[in-house]
């Protein structure tokens, strides 16, 4: 087993239920209640931007080549999966691992987030 966390954003987990729902002809309530909050959580009525799979994993990727945020992959896909497009909701997020960055860092990584979902 592996010390690296693969981490997914709410459109994957939907599609995995799904696709667990399709096999099995029925889920648990557990998975159920995770299908309903995926189903909402990857919609455009979270955020205005609907989740997508490869937009998650390219804005990931594109997000672990900033210095600051290259020893956090967990902050990374929190990023990627709520797509902050204003620097206090930026700092809302990197505050949870007391990352130090400027405005002019947080505008870079607002920007980058940008270009890969408009």
């Not at 709410?10 to 696709?19: E, F, H, I, P």
């Not at 994993?57 to 990023?79: F, W």
Request: contains cysteine; negative net charge.
């Amino acid at each position: 087993m592996s010390d690296q966390s693969e981490y997914v954003d709410y459109a994957k987990v939907r599609d995995l239920l799904l696709s667990a729902q399709e096999r099995r002809h029925e889920l648990s309530y557990e998975q159920q209640m995770a299908l309903q909050h995926s189903e909402w959580a990857a919609s455009a009525q979270r955020g205005g931007i609907k989740t997508n799979t490869e937009v998650f994993q390219s804005l990931s990727e594109a997000l672990r080549s900033n210095d600051k945020l290259a020893d956090h992959p967990d902050v990374c896909a929190k990023i990627a999966e709520l797509m902050p497009m204003s620097v206090q909701s930026m700092r809302v997020i990197i505050a949870s691992k007391r990352i130090a960055m400027d405005t002019s860092e947080i505008e870079e990584i607002i920007d980058t987030v940008r270009q890969h979902v408009l």
